[in-house]
T-cell receptor, first 113, second 113 residues
């Protein structure tokens, strides 16, 4: 089955710096790769996603890149702000059909002002 | 439009007791799934469903049962609770087709003593 590995587990940056979180996946059939942000005491919230026919996608300060050959994808946050502090999860579809998601173990991002 | 509603928000069970975690969505989503979240382990898929009458096992299905009699509801049953099932449980739903964006509920925090 699909296995998703995520690094680093914790990341501390200064306000205004960039943050990068990386994930690798094992199943070449996976074709959908979302990123979720989870704030304390809340459920995960989708912040950006990418499909396998796209190499990069941007939404304001957030971008995701995908390298299908190497089976890895990354989340890039520019000009970080204290409100970006949260736990971030990457995920992949286990069967390529979007029926459910397999998650990485998460990255705790701390942005200090 | 309430999204994904989970009840209860908190529950304490004694070992061996049974209970049902409720999940309901009002977005007419076909795909629904259950995850458990433990410290350092990320979100792990328990069971999922692609439509009424259809369910399948995820990464960690042992000790849990599900059924999907309607599109709206996807309850998770613990038949004989064990301390190892102490966790935060999240339900999620998604449309089929090209829109794989999952919406998560706010979670149920379960403690088994």
């Amino acid at each position: 089955g699909e296995n998703v590995e995520q690094h680093p587990s914790t990341l501390s940056v200064q306000e205004g710096d960039s943050a990068v979180i990386k994930c690798t996946y094992s199943d070449s059939a996976s074709n959908y790769f979302p990123w979720y942000k989870q704030e304390l005491g809340k459920g995960p919230q989708l912040i950006i996603d990418i499909r396998s026919n796209v190499g990069e996608k941007k939404d304001q300060r957030i971008a995701v890149t995908l390298n299908k050959t190497a089976k890895h994808f990354s989340l890039h946050i520019t000009e970080t702000q204290p409100e970006d502090s949260a736990v971030y999860f990457c995920a992949a579809t286990p069967d390529g059909a979007g029926t459910a998601l397999i998650f990485g173990k998460g990255t705790t991002l701390s942005v200090s002002s | 439009n309430a999204g994904v509603t989970q009840t209860p928000k908190f529950q304490v069970l004694k070992t061996g007791q049974s209970m049902t975690l409720q999940c309901a969505q009002d977005m007419n989503h076909e795909y629904m799934s259950w995850y458990r979240q433990d410290p350092g382990m990320g979100l792990r898929l328990i069971h999922y469903s692609v439509g009424a009458g259809i369910t399948d096992q995820g990464e960690v299905p042992n000790g849990y049962n599900v059924s999907r009699s309607t599109t709206e509801d996807f309850p998770l049953r613990l038949l004989s609770a064990a301390p190892s099932q102490t966790s935060v449980y999240f339900c999620a739903s998604s449309q089929t087709g090209n829109n794989y964006g999952y919406t998560f509920g706010s979670g149920t925090r379960l403690t088994v003593v």
